[in-house]
């Protein structure tokens, strides 16, 4: 909703109000939840009830879950290098049965894919 008013001398202000929509039936929504699944976050618009229903479905998973500390990977670091050098070999493998050796930094788009979020 934008309502414009005169203001001083011929200016003109703008007011805006955002309203926030419950993402899922579409009532006045009271919050907005932000969370991560698989490395990939989301934020959805919840009314009160909504919100309650969301804590209460994670509820379970939440108090048997370790909290994370920022994003990083829970992966230790010792354990990177051996996938990343197997995936190195993947795509040098890839490159040899295309006909030739990959020159850039990156490889090939298919073999660099990862699930999108």
């Known amino acids: ?3 414009e008013f005169s203001g001083k001398a011929g200016q003109v202000a703008t007011y805006t109000k955002v309203m926030l929509v419950d993402d899922l039936d579409g009532s006045a929504a009271e919050e907005q939840i932000e ?9 959805i618009d919840l009314s009160a009830v909504n919100v309650a229903r969301f804590r209460e479905a994670l509820a379970p998973f939440i108090s048997a879950a370790r909290r994370s500390t920022g994003r990083h990977r829970s992966t230790p670091t ?7 050098r197997k995936r190195n070999q993947a795509i040098r493998k890839w490159a040899q049965r295309q006909g030739g050796l990959f020159t850039q930094a990156r490889g090939p788009a ?3 894919a990862r699930p999108a979020c």
């Open 35 to 43: 969370f991560a699944v698989d490395g990939c976050s989301y934020q």
């Open 1 to 3: 909703m934008v309502s």
């Open 78 to 84: 010792s354990a990177r290098p051996v996938a990343d």
């Open 110 to 112: 298919e073999m660099m």
